[in-house]
């Protein structure tokens, strides 16, 4: 059975004012991704969310889940989980270059530290193995009585999920060559296994002996022979497979990094969903001429139709990607311009995904916003400014703000920004910024729709609507699903160097259609909102 759990811990019945109604595009999303998983000793299987911070437990029947350990909890970014014979749960984090152990208690300790990008771990016998998912990558075995890791390889291009063979060697996929490879457990030259891959994401033994391995570019499921080295498809599915788990009886259970679903795949090949898919975020979301909504989703783009249907039109290892994508705006002809948290802006197209770089060694960016002579202004949080790029110029608009998250341009040409840490909105004008609305908690996304600005306050859970030409401002609607659930305090993810530039600090985006209903990227529970006037 499908899981329906929304992620966000807080009950979110949206409340309107009166004259509006709410309703869903898509539904909310039950995990913040789904990375590396494993079957438990209690037979549930357990799934890591890297861009949530959350370890999950999902039972194999009902696909009910239960949180193993909550966003705002003291494991961050968790990306891969392996479990020894005494029902210890050891975990990596990807973004904090550690490696902790959780007991059967529930009690947390740091078993490895200072390693970038700790991303694949397995364990053979009781014998632990992790390695970096970082470009000179490296591997090694762990210790969990507190001795100091023994490194077995390096210069490794971008390891990721392992396992241990019964040839006594460790298995696995070298994203950066596109290959899967080995090394004997005591150490020595990797050796080059099976080459031609399709971005192998994770690797794992069945009790058969057979290594499988899934492809997170074409969604394929491979099986090998270890001794021909022959292989064949298993399975077929979307793209954007992280990793997978087996139970004793080889019952196949798969994750999706991309959007968070997780299925068992049948003898036959086919899907048994467990969970949706979903969102990892949305953030930024802009509208294109027939109606299509794009959501940034960090590591992907997403298209969302009408009746709430959608798919990835991008992804970031597909080759064709920007990066990690957090605001974007419509442009011409079907152009999309991005901002990634690795400082560039992007103009982006999601059917042909022609690419063209319009500014680059930014900071920290977050809304884009066009203008209507199709100048791109861009709000860069970290260095507290906004820029303009026009006739492939760059120029500073304004700069001293209180770290700046959405923009909105006016039909006339006149900025508005919001700036999260003095919870305001301001009008630029002339490179200083004027406050029109004030009082607000974390103002992020901003729209406008003819004499109507509308901010999404991620902060107090709201949207507001400010009339431009009476001054006049509402509450259209409370109680939202966007930013951190009541109570909670999530632990910032630093990025990973060379890979995922950080900070992934969380983004609400808001766009108005041309039916005048306004769209919320409700980050909190992984869905996107519609508001409706009459």
Known sequence: MESTTNRFTAKSNVSTAKGWTASRVTPPSALFGANGMRVGPDGRLYVAQAFGSQVSAIDVTSGAITTISPIGGPIVAPDDLAFDSHGVLYITEVMSERVCARSPNGDLRIIADNV??????????????????????????????????????????LPNALNVGPDGKIYFPAIGANEIWRVPIEGGKPEVFATDMAVPTAVKFDSKGSLLSTQGRSGEILRFDLQSGDRRVVAKMRPGIDNFALTDNDRL??????????????????????????????????????????????????????????????????????????????????????????????????????????ATGLHE?????????????????????????????????????????????????????????????????????????????EPQGLAID??????????????????????????????????????????????????LPGPLSPFAGVTVGSDGRIYIAADGDGGILALTRG
Not at 125 to 135: A, S, T
């Open 365 to 441: 960016l977050y809304g884009v916003a066009i203008g209507t002579d199709g100048a791109v202004f861009v709000a860069d949080g970290g260095e507290g400014r906004v820029l303009e790029i026009a006739g492939g110029k760059l120029t500073e608009r304004a700069r001293g703000l209180a770290r700046p998250t959405g923009i909105a341009v006016a039909p006339n040409g006149a900025c508005f920004v919001a700036e999260s840490n003095k919870g305001r909105v301001s009008q630029l004008e002339s490179g200083a910024a004027t406050a029109v609305i004030e009082g607000l908690k």
């Open 450 to 499: 003819g004499d109507n600005l509308y901010v999404v306050d991620a902060g107090a859970h709201e949207l507001i609507a400010y009339s431009l030409k009476s001054k006049k401002r509402e509450t259209v609607a409370s109680n939202l699903p966007v930013g951190a659930a009541p109570g909670v305090v999530p632990k910032l993810l630093m990025g990973i160097p060379g890979l």
């Open 116 to 157: 970038p990008a700790a991303n694949g771990i397995t364990q053979w016998r009781d014998r632990l193995f992790m390695d970096e998912c970082r470009h000179d990558g490296r591997l090694f075995e762990l210790f969990p009585d507190g001795r100091a890791p023994r490194k077995i390889a390096e210069n490794l291009p």
């Open 253 to 358: 259970f798969v994750s999706h990094f991309v959007d968070g679903g997780v299925a068992e795949i049948m003898s036959d090949g086919t899907e048994r969903r467990l969970v949706a898919p979903g969102f990892c975020g949305p953030m930024g979301i802009a509208m294109a001429d027939d109606g299509t909504i794009y959501a940034a989703d960090g590591i992907s783009m997403a298209a969302v139709a009408p009746d709430g249907a959608h798919h990835r039109v991008g992804l970031l290892f597909d080759g064709h990607f920007p990066g990690f994508v957090r605001g974007v705006a419509r442009a011409a002809k079907g152009w999309l311009v991005v901002t990634t948290t690795g400082g560039d802006v992007t103009s982006y197209h999601p059917v042909t995904h022609e690419m063209e770089v319009l």
